[in-house]
């Protein structure tokens, strides 16, 4: 008779023994390779699902200490609920039975198997979801101390899922052969952390640490450490650097080269402070962020006002301020962003200051535009009720005259031309209007609805075309009108359409 027909029967024997306990059916045996406990599927009929039984083993059961501690343990990871983690549903103190959720997929080292080494994408995807369990956990006080490609699974929907926390931490041994022998350490050779071999403190930074040496086998498809034996292999942990990442593969940046050798420094110190700066340096790899990009644009637009007219100068002074703000939102600690927005406020400022006192010398003139209307009311004249959806200038017979919605009273008899204005936006067509005197004229301006389109290019400066017409450099921002538009840079035309209070980038 093979190991393995040995295994049914003890399996099934178990079964017999225990076919129903705590209120789970025990339907059979999954794996009796661990050097701890024995996991079987069972069946919960009072809410119908599947579940995972994980049963101390026999020889365990008589050890008072060991019992004690399992209960405490699987109580604390009851309280434990996040979608990285499996979660256990019920312990039966009887049994000494952890009943956790069934996982449909294989563990992440059998994955490995098969493919040798997964796509760079993916690998960083894997450890994020393992970082974002871990952090949870150590936010519960909670360290697993044997974070490895064994213990985590991958759901056939793609989940990650960290499995056995505080199991190696209860009995003090290893779950597989080539685990640490007669229970002087608690982890696997190949991922422990220095301190655990030397009994120095552990923590949430020893996770880290094998949660590093796990990204190094995702990335480079080996093991940072490979020792003859046992011993060999925790030396090097010990006193070796491990071979850069970037050597092994030549295909990882520099970046991720180094956040895998911070993750696994040997200090803990050195190390990063938390699971979460680790998962952050990580999601930064999958979504990189555009302030560099930013910055670079909105310092070209500040150096580019310098040698435009006033209203050029103003406009590139307006895309600086804007693209430092995307710049510093993105990244709030980069002084050169902050250097540029104060530096194009102050000179936007001064540009201001100039046109207010343009302003003051244009008041005059208007002053005697209105003059001249006011004798126009001696005359008598009748009143223009108009009504505008959004704030417009109203223009009569080519001169402001104020902003609508509004009731503007004494307009002087006679024939009129009417037109409303939202700069840079909408003019509408001039109307002819005849007011009579002693009545009321009611004149409806619908303002079309629009929203903001930013358009920018990989070489700041470049003509922009919108529907055939230019219209400006970028980078761009423009309010454009509801509905299909056609934006063209050098030759290359794309199509956008806009919705209203739409706020849209262009990228070229």
């Not at 990285?84 to 563990?107: A, W, Y």
């Not at 302030?291 to 580019?304: N, S, T």
């Amino acid at each position: 008779m093979s190991d393995n027909d040995k295994t049914q029967i003890v399996g099934s024997q178990t079964i017999q023994n225990v076919a129903k306990i705590h209120g789970f059916e025990i339907v059979r045996l999954i794996s009796d390779k661990g050097g701890m406990a024995d996991v079987y599927e069972a069946f919960q009929s009072s809410v119908g699902r599947r579940v995972a039984a994980k049963m101390l083993k026999s020889r365990f059961i008589s050890d008072e200490n060991i019992k004690k501690r399992f209960e405490e343990e699987a109580k604390l990871l009851g309280q434990l609920n996040h979608a990285n983690i499996v979660q256990v549903f019920d312990f039966s103190n009887e049994h000494l039975t952890l009943f956790m959720e069934f996982i449909e997929g294989k563990p992440l080292d059998e994955i490995i198997s098969e493919k040798e080494k997964l796509p760079l994408e993916e690998s960083l995807r894997i450890i994020s979801g393992i970082l974002d369990g871990l952090h949870y956990a150590h936010g519960h006080g909670i360290v697993h101390r044997d974070i490895k490609p064994g213990n985590v699974f991958l759901t056939d929907d793609g989940r990650v899922k960290i499995t056995d926390f505080g199991i190696a931490r209860i009995v003090g041994g290893g779950e597989q052969a080539h685990q640490t022998q007669q229970g002087s350490w608690v982890g696997t050779p190949s991922y422990i952390s220095p301190e655990q071999i030397t009994g120095d403190d552990v923590g949430p930074w020893s996770d880290i640490y094998s949660a590093g040496v796990t990204l190094y086998l995702l990335a480079t498809g080996k093991l940072p450490f490979v020792g003859e034996n046992i011993m060999k292999t925790a030396v090097m942990h010990l006193n070796d650097a491990p071979p850069p990442p970037q050597q092994v593969n030549p295909l990882i940046s520099s970046e991720l080269s180094g956040i895998i050798l911070k993750a696994m420094a040997k200090s803990p110190k050195n190390r990063f402070p938390t699971a979460l700066a680790f998962k952050e340096a990580i999601d930064r790899l999958l979504n990189p962020r555009k302030d560099a990009a930013y910055l670079q644009e909105a310092k070209a637009e500040w150096e580019r006002s310098k040698e435009q007219s006033t209203t050029g100068k103003k406009r590139c002074l307006l895309n600086s301020i804007k693209l430092s703000q995307m710049a510093l939102t993105e990244n709030p600690d980069l002084p050169d962003a902050r250097k540029i927005l104060d530096g194009s406020r102050r000179d936007l400022k001064k540009i201001r200051t100039k046109q207010y006192m343009l302003t003051a010398g244009m008041a005059l003139i208007v002053i005697a535009i209105y003059a001249f209307l006011i004798l126009q009311l001696f005359k008598g004249g009748g009143t223009l009720d108009i009504y505008t959806s959004e704030a417009a200038d109203v223009y009569l017979d080519g001169t402001k005259i104020g902003t609508a919605p509004f009731v503007f009273k004494d307009i002087p008899t006679g024939r009129h031309k009417l037109a409303v204005e939202q700069p840079g936006f909408y003019r509408s067509a001039e109307k002819n209007i005849v007011i009579k005197k002693g009545e009321t004229l009611t004149v409806n301006e619908v303002i079309p609805s629009g929203g903001t389109v930013t358009i920018v290019s990989s070489l700041p400066g470049a003509t922009v075309k919108i529907d055939g017409k230019n219209s400006g450099q970028t980078p761009l921002t423009i309010k454009l009108i509801i509905g299909s538009h056609s934006i063209e840079i050098g030759g290359t035309t794309k199509e956008v359409v806009v919705q209203e209070n739409d706020q849209l980038i262009v990228s070229f």
